[in-house]
T-cell receptor, first 110, second 114 residues
Framework: RKEVEQDPGPFNVPEGATVAFNCTYS??????FFWYRQDCRKEPKLLMS???SGNEDGRFTAQLNRASQYISLLIRDSKLSDSATYLC???????????FGTGTRLKVLA | ETGVTQSPTHLIKTRGQQVTLRCSSQ?????VSWYQQALGQGPQFIFQ???????GRGNFPPRFSGLQFPNYSSELNVNALELDDSALYLC?????????????FGPGTRLTVL
């Protein structure tokens, strides 16, 4: 099993839709989690940090399910500008190694 | 507040050559990490530097080496370049070491090995 797994997509959704991505991780000792957004040929930009059960920022909600070892990202009222790749990051417990998933591609359609 | 900067933006090298990539961390950040991102993949952790010492390394061979300077800027050196080294190299800084801390990325250096 990969340390961090994401569905690569693409997820094609209409404007205004609600879309959710999951990210599963193998290290049950992980304590912090991050979602990054990456536009084509650009650097990843921090979207949200998750240290406990979840986090919410405007249209974006991240939730952590420790029992099933996954984190989710929910985007409500999708905008065209939300089109990007969303990367899940799970730091490796006991080391300083950050492990990225392969990313989930989202395309919001007009 | 100045963000993370990297140089050069693009680089073309041939197999067997050596390359040095540079990174200036965000103001106030003392920890720098380097990542390699191949096309269609997520970034892969190369190593992290804190207080001028390497304190974490991913699955990369010794020909990948680095430095951190007293001003927290950093270099990534790759010797004996191989075709598979072609990738986007990303530098990220954080205010402290440790896996709880958010990392902020520079724009990257795109390396092409011919």
């Amino acid at each position: 099993r990969k340390e961090v797994e994401q569905d690569p997509g693409p997820f094609n959704v209409p404007e205004g839709a609600t879309v959710a991505f999951n990210c599963t991780y193998s290290n049950s000792a992980s304590q912090s989690f991050f979602w990054y957004r990456q536009d084509c040929r650009k650097e990843p930009k921090l979207l949200m940090s998750v240290y406990s059960s979840g986090n919410e920022d405007g249209r974006f909600t991240a939730q952590l399910n420790r029992a099933s070892q996954y984190i989710s990202l929910l985007i409500r009222d999708s905008k065209l500008s939300d089109s990007a790749t969303y990367l899940c990051v799970v730091p490796s417990s006991g080391t300083y190694k950050y492990i990225f998933g392969t990313g989930t591609r989202l395309k919001v359609l007009a | 507040e100045t963000g993370v900067t990297q140089s050069p933006t693009h680089l073309i090298k041939t197999r067997g050559q050596q390359v040095t990539l540079r990174c200036s961390s965000q103001s106030g950040h003392n920890t720098v990490s380097w990542y390699q991102q191949a096309l269609g993949q997520g970034p892969q952790f190369i190593f992290q530097y804190y207080r001028e010492e390497e304190n974490g390394r991913g699955n990369f061979p010794p020909r990948f080496s680095g430095l951190q300077f007293p001003n927290y800027s950093s270099e990534l050196n790759v010797n004996a370049l191989e075709l598979d080294d072609s990738a986007l190299y990303l530098c990220a800084s954080s205010p402290r070491q440790g896996t709880y801390n958010e990392q902020f990325f520079g724009p990257g250096t795109r390396l092409t090995v011919l």
